[in-house]
C-alpha cells in the first residue's frame, strides 16, 4: 500500500524524467541546465567566428556600408539558427533520451569540414553542407538501428572508447585555453580572439587571426589597456575556487562560472570605466556591450528588418551543393573527398558523442551501453541529418554536458532548461552581453548608422572566464578516464595512440584511428608471439574480431585520406 501511495503523489514531471529514481532535485536541474547553457552558448559563439568567415563579404575594414550591413545580417541569420537547431536538439535529447545530455553546434566537426574549403580546392559552403549531410544521413543509419548501432559499438576496442573521454577532454582544455587568450601556441590557427586582441580596428577576416597573451600582452596598443588584467584576475579567481567549490558546493562549474563573471564585470566597471586620475566614469568601452542589448545592432532589430530570412541557408545544399565544378577544376576527386569526407564524419561523429556519454557515465548519470544511451545516440544522428538541411554546421552531444552532470545534473529536464536558454539566446545575445571578455571597438566610428558593424565585431569575442571553465570539464573527462589496465600492452598502446593522435591532429576522429589501429597491432603481435611460444593454433589471431578488423581497415583510408 506505501508503494501504490508513493507512487500515486508523484508529480508528472517528476514520473518523466524519473527524477527520484536518479536522487534528482528540480532546483539542482535547473541550475545544471542554465550553467551548460551559458558555456554551450559562448562555445557556439566560438563556432560561429568559424562559419562566418567564409560567409561574410570580405574584410570588415574594406568592407563598404552596405557591405557591413549585409554581412550582420549573414552573421544574425547564422546566430538565429544555430540557435533555434540547438534549441530543437536539445529539447529532443532531454524528452526522448531523458539525460542531461544537450545537442550543440560541433566546433570539432565544423573545423574538419570549414578545412576543406581552401583556396585551392574550390569548395563552397553548400559542398560542405552536402557532405554533412552524406555523412549524417550514413551516422543516423548506423545510430539508428539499434542491431546496427550494437555492431558499430562492439567494433570500437574497449580500451580506445575508455580513451576516448581523455582524448576529448586534453584537446577540450587545449583549445579552450588558447581561445581565452591568456596562453598562446606558436603556429596555432585557433580561429578565435582571445582575451587581449585589440577589436577597435576593424580585423581582416581574410586570414586566421593570431592570439595575443601573456607573451605581448597588448597594453600598448588597447586603449581599455586593464581589460587583459581584469580577465586575467577573473580566471585566477575561478581556478582558486574550483577545488573549495568541488568540495563544499553541489554546484561547482556553476558557481566557478558565476564567481569568475561577477568579478570580471565587477573589475571592469572598476578599472576600465572608472579613471581615477579623472574621477570620472566613461561609458565608451561599454558601448558595444549595451548597443549589443538594445541599440540598432541588437538581434531583435536584425530580425525585425525581415533581412535575415534572405540570408538563410535552408536547403542550399540540394540546390548548390552538387555542383563540384570548381573543385574538379581544381583537380579534386570528388569520389575520393566524398568517401574519405563522409568516413571521416561518421567516426568523428560517433567518436565525439561517446567520448561524452563515457564521461556522463563515468559520473554516474546513466549507463554507457544503456538503452538511454542509445536513444541518445539515434537524437544526435537525426539532429545531423536535420543540420546541414536548415543551413548549420554539425551537431554533436557537447561536452559542456559534463558540467552538468558535476553540478548534479541526473536527468533530461537538465537539458530541457538548457534548451529553453538556447531560444532565449536566439532572439537576445543575453549570455554574450554577460560573459563577452572584448568589449572594445572603434568609439570614434560614427553612433549613427552603423547597422551591422557592432555584430560583426561582437561576433568574434572571447569568453576567456568560460573557457577557463572549459579547461576544468576537460580535464575532468581525463581523470574520470585513467582507469586502465596499463600493465597489458594492447591497452596501453591504444590508450596513447588515442590520446596522442587527438591531441596531434586536434581531431577526435584521428585519435580513434590511431587507437584501433594500435590496438589490432599489439593485439596480433602477443597473440602471434603466444602462437610461435606454446603451439597454439594461428586461427586464434581471428579473436580480434571482424568488426574491430573492419574499423581498422577503415581507419587506415580516414589517416590515408587526411595525408592526401
Same mark, same amino acid.
Given at each position: 500500500?506505501?508503494?501504490?501511495?508513493?507512487?500515486?503523489?508523484?508529480?508528472?514531471?517528476?514520473?518523466?524524467?524519473?527524477?527520484?529514481?536518479?536522487?534528482?532535485?528540480?532546483?539542482?536541474?535547473?541550475?545544471?541546465?542554465?550553467?551548460?547553457?551559458?558555456?554551450?552558448?559562448?562555445?557556439?559563439?566560438?563556432?560561429?567566428?568559424?562559419?562566418?568567415?567564409?560567409?561574410?563579404?570580405?574584410?570588415?575594414?574594406?568592407?563598404?556600408?552596405?557591405?557591413?550591413?549585409?554581412?550582420?545580417?549573414?552573421?544574425?541569420?547564422?546566430?538565429?539558427?544555430?540557435?533555434?537547431?540547438?534549441?530543437?536538439?536539445?529539447?529532443?535529447?532531454?524528452?526522448?533520451?531523458?539525460?542531461?545530455?544537450?545537442?550543440?553546434?560541433?566546433?570539432?566537426?565544423?573545423?574538419?569540414?570549414?578545412?576543406?574549403?581552401?583556396?585551392?580546392?574550390?569548395?563552397?559552403?553548400?559542398?560542405?553542407?552536402?557532405?554533412?549531410?552524406? $555523412?549524417?544521413?550514413? !551516422?543516423?543509419? =548506423?545510430?539508428? /538501428?539499434? #542491431? &546496427?548501432?550494437? %555492431? @558499430?559499438?562492439? *567494433?570500437?576496442?574497449?580500451?580506445?572508447?575508455?580513451?576516448?573521454?581523455?582524448?576529448?577532454?586534453?584537446?577540450?582544455?587545449?583549445?579552450?585555453?588558447?581561445?581565452?587568450?591568456?596562453?598562446?601556441?606558436?603556429?596555432?590557427?585557433?580561429?578565435?580572439?582571445?582575451?587581449?586582441?585589440?577589436?577597435?580596428?576593424?580585423?581582416?577576416?581574410?586570414?586566421?587571426?593570431?592570439?595575443?597573451?601573456?607573451?605581448?600582452?597588448?597594453? $600598448?596598443?588597447?586603449? !581599455?589597456?586593464? =581589460?587583459?588584467? /581584469?580577465? #586575467? &584576475?577573473?580566471? %585566477? @579567481?575561478?581556478? *582558486?575556487?574550483?577545488?573549495?567549490?568541488?568540495?563544499?558546493?553541489?554546484?561547482?562549474?556553476?558557481?566557478?562560472?558565476?564567481?569568475?563573471?561577477?568579478?570580471?564585470?565587477?573589475?571592469?566597471?572598476?578599472?576600465?570605466?572608472?579613471?581615477?586620475?579623472?574621477?570620472?566614469?566613461?561609458?565608451?568601452?561599454?558601448?558595444?556591450?549595451?548597443?549589443?542589448?538594445?541599440?540598432?545592432?541588437?538581434?531583435?532589430?536584425?530580425?525585425?528588418?525581415?533581412?535575415?530570412?534572405?540570408? =538563410?541557408?535552408?536547403?542550399?545544399?540540394?540546390?548548390?551543393?552538387?555542383?563540384?565544378?570548381?573543385?574538379?577544376?581544381?583537380?579534386?576527386?570528388?569520389?575520393?573527398?566524398?568517401?574519405?569526407?563522409?568516413?571521416?564524419?561518421?567516426?568523428?561523429?560517433?567518436?565525439?558523442?561517446?567520448?561524452?556519454?563515457?564521461?556522463?557515465?563515468?559520473?554516474?548519470?546513466?549507463?554507457?551501453?544503456?538503452?538511454?544511451?542509445?536513444?541518445?545516440?539515434?537524437?544526435?544522428?537525426?539532429?545531423?541529418?536535420?543540420?546541414?538541411?536548415?543551413?548549420?554546421?554539425?551537431?554533436?552531444?557537447?561536452?559542456?554536458?559534463?558540467?552538468?552532470?558535476?553540478?548534479?545534473?541526473?536527468?533530461?529536464?537538465?537539458?530541457?532548461?538548457?534548451?529553453?536558454?538556447?531560444?532565449?539566446?536566439?532572439?537576445?545575445?543575453?549570455?554574450?552581453?554577460?560573459?563577452?571578455?572584448?568589449?572594445?571597438?572603434?568609439?570614434?566610428?560614427?553612433?549613427?548608422?552603423?547597422?551591422?558593424?557592432?555584430?560583426?565585431?561582437?561576433?568574434?569575442?572571447?569568453?576567456?572566464?568560460?573557457?577557463?571553465?572549459?579547461?576544468?570539464?576537460?580535464?575532468?573527462?581525463?581523470?574520470?578516464?585513467?582507469?586502465?589496465?596499463?600493465?597489458?600492452?594492447?591497452?596501453?598502446?591504444?590508450?596513447?595512440?588515442?590520446?596522442?593522435?587527438?591531441?596531434?591532429?586536434?581531431?577526435?576522429?584521428?585519435?580513434?584511428?590511431?587507437?584501433?589501429?594500435?590496438?589490432?597491432?599489439?593485439?596480433?603481435?602477443?597473440?602471434?608471439?603466444?602462437?610461435?611460444?606454446?603451439?597454439?593454433?594461428?586461427?586464434?589471431?581471428?579473436?580480434?574480431?571482424?568488426?574491430?578488423?573492419?574499423?581498422?581497415?577503415?581507419?587506415?583510408?580516414?589517416?590515408?585520406?587526411?595525408?592526401?
Amino acid at each position: 500500500m506505501a508503494s501504490r501511495s508513493d507512487a500515486g503523489a508523484r508529480s508528472p514531471l517528476d514520473a518523466f524524467f524519473r527524477l527520484r529514481e536518479r536522487r534528482a532535485r528540480v532546483s539542482d536541474e535547473i541550475i545544471a541546465g542554465l550553467g551548460v547553457c551559458a558555456l554551450s552558448v559562448c562555445g557556439m559563439f566560438v563556432n560561429m567566428q568559424l562559419i562566418v568567415q567564409r560567409l561574410v563579404s570580405g574584410p570588415y575594414a574594406e568592407a563598404t556600408q552596405a557591405q557591413v550591413a549585409a554581412n550582420g545580417e549573414v552573421i544574425a541569420a547564422t546566430w538565429f539558427v544555430t540557435m533555434l537547431v540547438a534549441f530543437a536538439a536539445s529539447l529532443l535529447m532531454g524528452l526522448v533520451a531523458r539525460l542531461p545530455l544537450v545537442q550543440t553546434t560541433s566546433l570539432g566537426l565544423s573545423s574538419v569540414l570549414i578545412s576543406l574549403m581552401g583556396t585551392a580546392t574550390g569548395l563552397t559552403y553548400a559542398n560542405v553542407l552536402l557532405l554533412s549531410f552524406v $555523412g549524417a544521413l550514413v !551516422y543516423a543509419v =548506423l545510430m539508428g /538501428v539499434p #542491431a &546496427v548501432r550494437r %555492431v @558499430v559499438l562492439a *567494433a570500437i576496442p574497449e580500451p580506445v572508447r575508455r580513451a576516448l573521454p581523455a582524448a576529448a577532454g586534453l584537446l577540450i582544455s587545449f583549445v579552450a585555453l588558447q581561445l581565452s587568450g591568456l596562453v598562446t601556441v606558436a603556429g596555432s590557427e585557433v580561429p578565435a580572439y582571445g582575451t587581449a586582441t585589440v577589436l577597435e580596428s576593424a580585423p581582416d577576416t581574410a586570414a586566421l587571426p593570431a592570439i595575443v597573451g601573456w607573451g605581448s600582452l597588448g597594453f $600598448g596598443s588597447d586603449k !581599455y589597456h586593464p =581589460l587583459l588584467l /581584469v580577465t #586575467a &584576475v577573473a580566471c %585566477v @579567481v575561478a581556478l *582558486a575556487l574550483f577545488p573549495v567549490a568541488k568540495r563544499r558546493s553541489r554546484h561547482p562549474f556553476g558557481l566557478v562560472l558565476l564567481a569568475g563573471t561577477v568579478v570580471f564585470l565587477a573589475l571592469y566597471l572598476g578599472l576600465v570605466c572608472y579613471s581615477a586620475g579623472t574621477d570620472r566614469f566613461s561609458t565608451d568601452s561599454l558601448w558595444a556591450r549595451l548597443w549589443m542589448g538594445g541599440g540598432e545592432d541588437a538581434m531583435q532589430f536584425h530580425l525585425l528588418s525581415g533581412a535575415v530570412m534572405s540570408n =538563410l541557408s535552408i536547403g542550399t545544399l540540394f540546390s548548390q551543393g552538387a555542383d563540384f565544378s570548381a573543385y574538379v577544376s581544381a583537380g579534386g576527386n570528388v569520389a575520393l573527398l566524398v568517401l574519405g569526407s563522409v568516413a571521416t564524419y561518421v567516426v568523428m561523429a560517433l567518436s565525439d558523442a561517446l567520448s561524452t556519454i563515457e564521461a556522463v557515465a563515468a559520473a554516474g548519470a546513466c549507463e554507457r551501453d544503456g538503452a538511454d544511451a542509445g536513444r541518445a545516440l539515434a537524437c544526435n544522428a537525426l539532429a545531423n541529418v536535420a543540420a546541414p538541411v536548415l543551413g548549420v554546421s554539425p551537431i554533436a552531444i557537447g561536452q559542456e554536458s559534463v558540467a552538468g552532470v558535476e553540478d548534479r545534473g541526473r536527468t533530461g529536464l537538465t537539458a530541457v532548461v538548457a534548451a529553453l536558454g538556447y531560444l532565449v539566446n536566439a532572439f537576445v545575445w543575453l549570455v554574450p552581453f554577460f560573459m563577452v571578455t572584448v568589449t572594445s571597438y572603434d568609439v570614434t566610428f560614427n553612433m549613427v548608422g552603423h547597422y551591422g558593424f557592432v555584430m560583426q565585431l561582437l561576433a568574434q569575442c572571447g569568453f576567456a572566464v568560460a573557457d577557463v571553465v572549459m579547461v576544468l570539464v576537460g580535464a575532468t573527462m581525463a581523470v574520470s578516464a585513467l582507469g586502465q589496465e596499463w600493465r597489458k600492452y594492447s591497452v596501453a598502446a591504444a590508450f596513447a595512440a588515442t590520446v596522442g593522435g587527438t591531441l596531434f591532429t586536434s581531431n577526435i576522429a584521428f585519435g580513434l584511428a590511431c587507437g584501433t589501429i594500435a590496438y589490432v597491432l599489439a593485439e596480433a603481435t602477443r597473440r602471434r608471439a603466444a602462437v610461435e611460444r606454446l603451439g597454439e593454433d594461428p586461427s586464434a589471431l581471428r579473436r580480434i574480431g571482424v568488426p574491430t578488423l573492419a574499423l581498422c581497415a577503415l581507419s587506415v583510408l580516414i589517416l590515408a585520406f587526411a595525408l592526401v
